[in-house]
C-alpha cells in the first residue's frame, strides 16, 4: 500500500437514509471495493450493533440518539487506530448525525453519505414487510411513517446517490470516486495501472467489439 494510502485510513464513511432506501447495500459493495483496494475497513452495521451491543434501547428520539453517539463513539476509536470505518444507520436526526460527526472528527476525516429514496419506493423495496406493519400499527416509531426523517440538508452531507436512479455497482463507483478525490487513494488501480477513465474506454470498446 503506498504512503499515500495509509496517510488517509483514518476516515469513517457514515450512510445516512430512510429504511429500505440501500444503505446497507451500497456500503457493503463500499466495503469490498475498500478491502479489494487493501485498506482495513470495518463495516458497523447499526442494526446489528443495537441488537447485540444496546437491546435496551428503544426507539424514541433521545435513545436513537443514545445509539448515534455509541456507534459515533467506535467509529471515532477504529477511526484513530487507523482503519476506515463504513457505518449505514438511519440516523434520522440532525442533531445526532452531527455529533457523530463531532467526535470522529477528533482524530480523522468524516464524511456523510445521503442515500436518497423516495418513502414510497422504500416501500415496495421493503424485504421484511415492516412499512406494512408499521402502517397498520405493529411497529410503533417506525421512521418514514410514524416516526420523522429530518432529511439531510445540502450543508450537512458530503455526498448523495439516488438510489432510484442508480444500481448498488454505480452508486459504489460514485462513492469511491469521491473517496478518490478528498485523496483517500491514487484514482489509478494498482492491478491494470488503469485510471478509472481508461478502464471505462477499454470497456466500451470491448462491447462494441461484442467480447462483453
Not at 36 to 43: P, Y
Not at 150 to 173: C, F, I, R
Amino acid at each position: 500500500m503506498s504512503e499515500k494510502q495509509e496517510q488517509f485510513n483514518n476516515f469513517t464513511l457514515w450512510f445516512t437514509g430512510l429504511p429500505s432506501s440501500g444503505k446497507s447495500t451500497v456500503a457493503k459493495a463500499v466495503e469490498n471495493e475498500l478491502r479489494r483496494r487493501e485498506l482495513r475497513v470495518e463495516n458497523l452495521d447499526a442494526d446489528g450493533l443495537r441488537k447485540n451491543l444496546h437491546p435496551d434501547l428503544g426507539f424514541s428520539k433521545e435513545e436513537r440518539g443514545i445509539n448515534n453517539r455509541r456507534i459515533g463513539y467506535i467509529s471515532k476509536l477504529l477511526t484513530k487506530n487507523d482503519v476506515a470505518v463504513i457505518v449505514a444507520a438511519v440516523s434520522p436526526f440532525k442533531e445526532y448525525r452531527q455529533v457523530a460527526r463531532e467526535m470522529v472528527e477528533e482524530e480523522g476525516h468524516f464524511y456523510m453519505i445521503y442515500v436518497e429514496c423516495s418513502v414510497e419506493t422504500c416501500k415496495k423495496r421493503d424485504p421484511k414487510g415492516l412499512y406494512e406493519k408499521a402502517e397498520k400499527g405493529i411497529i410503533p416509531k417506525f421512521t418514514g411513517v410514524s416516526h420523522p426523517f429530518e432529511e439531510p440538508q445540502k450543508d450537512e452531507y458530503d455526498l448523495a446517490v439516488n438510489t432510484e436512479s442508480l444500481d448498488p455497482d454505480s452508486a459504489k463507483e460514485k462513492v469511491i470516486q469521491f473517496l478518490s478525490n478528498q485523496g483517500v487513494f491514487s484514482a489509478v488501480d494498482k492491478y491494470t495501472g488503469l485510471n478509472e477513465h481508461e478502464e471505462e474506454e477499454i470497456m466500451d470498446r470491448l462491447k462494441r467489439l461484442g467480447y462483453l
